[in-house]
């Protein structure tokens, strides 16, 4: 079965960087387009990055592109979100996503914390 597992995620300063992965199973990974989604308390859960099978195109939110990078690793099914230049607004559980046959699949999530 699908499964996606994040992990990363931390206490970070402002200013600060982060690296979290998703490591994927179940699926042939090197097929399907893999995106993050960003979720804060009391607010409704946002796309951040996504990335093509191929990894020839990225998107990304208005609010991380320049300081956020989604790449990928198809040899070992993992998709990567480095997070530079972290701000307070950036705290969320982070989750990575995958849409297969008209169905989404999330990972548990993992939390990211930017606080001084």
């Known amino acids: 079965q699908v499964q996606l597992v994040e992990s990363g995620g931390g206490l970070v300063q402002p200013g600060g960087s982060l690296r979290l992965s998703c490591a994927a199973s179940?699926?042939?990974?090197?097929?399907?387009?893999m995106s993050w989604y960003r979720q804060a308390p009391g607010k409704e859960r946002d796309m951040v990055a996504s990335?093509?099978?191929?990894?020839?195109?990225?998107n990304y939110a208005d609010s991380v592109k320049g300081r956020f990078t989604i790449s990928r690793d198809n040899a070992k099914n993992t998709v990567y979100l480095q997070m530079n230049s972290l701000k307070p607004e950036d705290t969320a559980v982070y989750y990575c996503?995958?849409?297969?046959?008209?169905?989404?699949?999330w990972g548990q999530g993992t939390q990211v914390t930017v606080s001084s």
């Open positions: 996503r995958v849409y297969i046959s008209s169905r989404g699949f």
């Open positions: 990335i093509t099978a191929s990894g020839g195109i990225t």
């Open positions: 179940g699926f042939a990974f090197y097929s399907y387009t």
